[in-house]
């Protein structure tokens, strides 16, 4: 079992900045594959970013160039980088975590409140 916490959500002006981090319990963090999830009222829970444990990353069309996603597998978190932002971004983003060795695993954080506004 792996539990997730995120943080770095809050208000921002549009243009601004956040820095998002999920921290995982446990001691096989490096070999999750991690992502970041987002769901706006309404809407349906989409991919925003993901990095493979090799460190190889994807990003949804709409955030590609201003949202970044790393990993630091000595302390457990993988941050997300989102810059740029405008209203269309506000959401509950949500971290996940997932593996296949060892068997499969799958598990999200609590989500964290992102809100672009003026």
């Known amino acids: 079992q792996v539990q997730l916490v995120e943080s770095g959500g809050g208000l921002v002006q549009p243009g601004g900045s956040l820095r998002l981090s999920c921290t995982a319990s446990g001691r096989t963090f490096s070999i999750y594959a991690m992502g970041w999830y987002r769901q706006a009222p309404g809407k349906q829970r989409e991919l925003v970013a993901s990095i493979t444990s090799g460190g190889a990353t994807n990003y949804a069309d709409s955030v590609k160039g201003r949202f970044t996603i790393s990993r630091d597998n000595a302390k457990n978190t993988v941050y997300l980088q989102m810059n740029s932002l405008n209203p269309e971004d506000t959401a509950v983003y949500y971290c996940?975590?997932?593996?296949?060795?060892?068997?499969?695993?799958?598990?999200w954080g609590q989500g964290t409140q992102v809100t672009v506004s003026s």
């Open positions: 996940n975590a997932e593996k296949y060795i060892g068997g499969y695993g799958n598990f």
